[in-house]
């Protein structure tokens, strides 16, 4: 089979050298600006629409599809004719840039089920020299599907509980008009199909305020201490950034709406994607982050030199362009038009902006990045001990404890909570992973990863559980050597994803969940009055909740056909032969 799918890359690989040559002919960069465009305005039709099936496939080939496309115009022209270019969106360019932003979608589509293929979650098969079937099973589980939607329910209410204060805090203060008022007075019609506005303090404050409480919700936001540093410059400074650019983007879409209900002639595609000019938005970076971040505990004012820094990283550019070289990697809100031009993007502002930002600095600085990874376990010690605390108060708690036999170290356990009146113990091992995204390769290694550190971890706590005596174990957890016998369950929390762990051997004393998951169980102790304040309970339900024991199965309803120009290929289930 991997011989199958290596052909099969290959045929994917020629598909989109052809649709790259046809962007090199492109030296004004029109594309890529039209492209970007056609992105925004879809994403902000989906987040204001009931979404369907279809709309969620469509707009997953998008976010698939640009990042080639952006790769592959920034690298295929050194620089475009023009600083920058002002343009209506013909529906012949509409039609034109949706088709090749899709294309190259269904490629980055085919490159990822060909290396599941290779991974061995399904089947492919060639058919003939251009057409090739990939086959899943009918009992496969979407287990991806299923840790991302408790994610998103727990996103979306905070950011309901949001929004909710909001509402009755403003109206009654009547901000929401004061706001529209401002919006409408300051909007204006640039070059007759355009958009203009004028600045106003007011507006700044509430976009700013809001972006700073919805970026609290997006995945990132906390990765790191605020003070540690990339580059020299501060986690802060980066996230601050980051939220000026996201509070841009709000009010952008705001003020689109003001002329466009003043204006019922314009299109919304010919304002929602603007251009900035480099110098100009430089200097209104400093003096925004310097300016909201003045009450921040620690901060510091950003220098022009860090402002250039947090830029560089906050941006994708033709030297930069392998932080956008994973599958389905997010867009920035910065995209190079040329020396003197940015693209700013709506979407990128709002569709994992400090995904983006932390692959970026990964990328940028890895020796930082690696140093400042060792401290993000603490943080999830810390809060597992605040958690645990609120749900079960005699809990009690240790950190680091080392595990040794005859003098040897076997392993350690990063947290310990137990049940001071029934014995019954939890260890931890904490994983404070990144994120794979849609990168099937990392998706891959970062699994086996995973798999191997707890299987060997497991292997190694039970060992020293049936070898070790009490009074080796009770001088180990720091308790009296008279202490009742401890009832010992084995716990791996992952802060992203940890689906990969139901082929590790768990038997019926081991448990995983994401940070998201083990946060739900919690939930779930706390909503069973009865069994408030017991471990036991807690590990109960983490166990029941595993997600390869209640995710649901992958159920395509049709067979599902993709065709290029000189490839085809579809994806099917066993149960739908042909």
């Given amino acids: 089979m991997k011989h199958v799918a290596r052909n099969f ?28 465009r056609e992105f925004d305005f879809y994403y902000y039709n989906y987040v204001r629409r009931e979404q369907s099936d279809d709309a969620d496939f469509q707009f997953y080939i998008l976010r698939l599809g640009l990042p080639r496309l952006v790769a592959g115009a920034l690298g295929r022209t050194k620089r475009f004719d023009f600083p920058v270019v002002l343009f209506r969106t013909a529906p012949r360019l509409v039609i034109a840039t949706l088709e090749l932003v899709s294309a190259f979608g269904f490629v980055e589509h085919g490159r990822r089920m060909a290396l599941a293929a290779m991974a061995g979650e399904c089947n492919l098969y060639q058919q003939s020299d251009d057409q090739f079937e990939f086959v899943l099973a009918d009992d496969m589980l979407n287990m991806e599907h299923h840790e991302s939607s408790v994610a998103g329910h727990y996103t979306l209410q905070h950011r ?50 809001l972006a700073y ?13 605020w003070s540690a540093e990339f580059g020299g410059v501060t ?7 980051s939220i000026y650019f996201l509070s841009l983007a709000m009010k952008h879409e705001r003020f689109c709406e003001a002329l ?3 204006n019922s002639d314009h299109q919304l595609r010919d304002v929602l994607t603007i251009t900035a000019e480099k110098s100009e938005f430089l200097a209104s970076t400093i003096e925004a982050v310097n300016l909201y971040g003045t009450d921040i505990e620690g901060f510091q004012p950003l220098t022009s030199e860090e402002a250039a820094i947090v ?36 979407a990128g502002a709002h569709l994992d902006p400090f995904n983006f930002m932390l692959t970026s600095l990964k990328q940028s600085y890895p020796k930082d990045y690696d140093r400042n990874q060792q401290h993000r376990e603490g943080s999830m010690q810390k809060a597992l001990r605040r958690l645990i605390k609120a749900a079960i108060p005699n809990a009690s708690f240790l950190d680091n404890i080392t595990l040794r036999n005859c003098g040897k170290t076997v392993t350690d356990i990063d947290f310990v909570a137990i049940d001071e009146e029934t014995g019954f113990t939890m260890l931890f091992q904490l994983k404070h992973q990144d994120h794979y995204g849609g990168d099937f390769r990392k998706r891959s290694s970062q699994a ?8 060997s971890w497991l292997e190694k706590v039970r060992s020293w559980i049936r070898s070790s005596s009490h009074e080796e174990i009770c001088s180990t957890l720091r308790r009296k050597s008279n202490s009742a016998s401890l009832d010992f369950r084995l716990i791996i929390v992952t802060k992203n994803f940890a689906h990969f762990l139901a082929t590790v051997d768990l038997n019926e004393d081991a448990a995983y969940a994401t940070w998201v998951q083990f ?12 069994k408030v304040g017991s471990l036991r309970y807690l590990f109960d339900e983490l166990s029941a909740h595993m997600t390869h024991k209640i995710a649901s199965k992958v159920w395509l309803e049709t067979v599902d056909n993709f065709h290029l120009d000189t490839l085809s290929f579809r994806i099917r289930q066993e149960r739908q032969e042909i």
């Avoid at 409480?213 to 201490?225: E, K, M, N, P, V």
């Avoid at 930069?320 to 867009?331: E, F, G, H, K, R």
Wanted: aromatic content about 12%.
């Fill in 235 to 241: 986690f802060q400074k980066y996230v601050l950034a």
């Fill in 260 to 262: 466009l209900a003043a």
């Fill in 311 to 346: 830029i560089d990283a906050l941006s994708v550019r033709r030297d930069n362009l392998q932080v956008i070289a994973p599958t389905m990697s997010p867009l920035p809100y910065l995209i190079e038009y040329s020396d003197s031009a940015w693209i700013k993007s709506i």
């Fill in 448 to 455: 086996k990863r995973l798999q191997e550190q707890s299987s």
């Fill in 160 to 209: 309901a509980r949001v929004d909710s204060g909001i509402k009755e805090s403003f109206e009654r203060k009547g901000t929401f008009e004061h706001i529209q008022n401002l919006l409408d007075e300051n909007v204006y019609v640039f070059r007759d199909h355009f958009i203009g506005y004028n600045a106003h303090p007011d507006l700044d404050d509430y976009f700013f305020g």
């Fill in 9 to 36: 890359l290959g045929c994917l690989d020629r598909e989109q050298d052809q649709f790259e040559q046809k962007l090199a002919q492109d030296t004004t960069g029109i594309t890529l600006i039209a492209a970007v």
């Fill in 213 to 225: 409480l919805r970026a609290q919700s997006l995945d990132g936001f906390d990765a790191f201490h």
């Fill in 519 to 530: 946060y739900d169980s919690l939930v779930r102790v706390e909503n069973a009055p009865e």
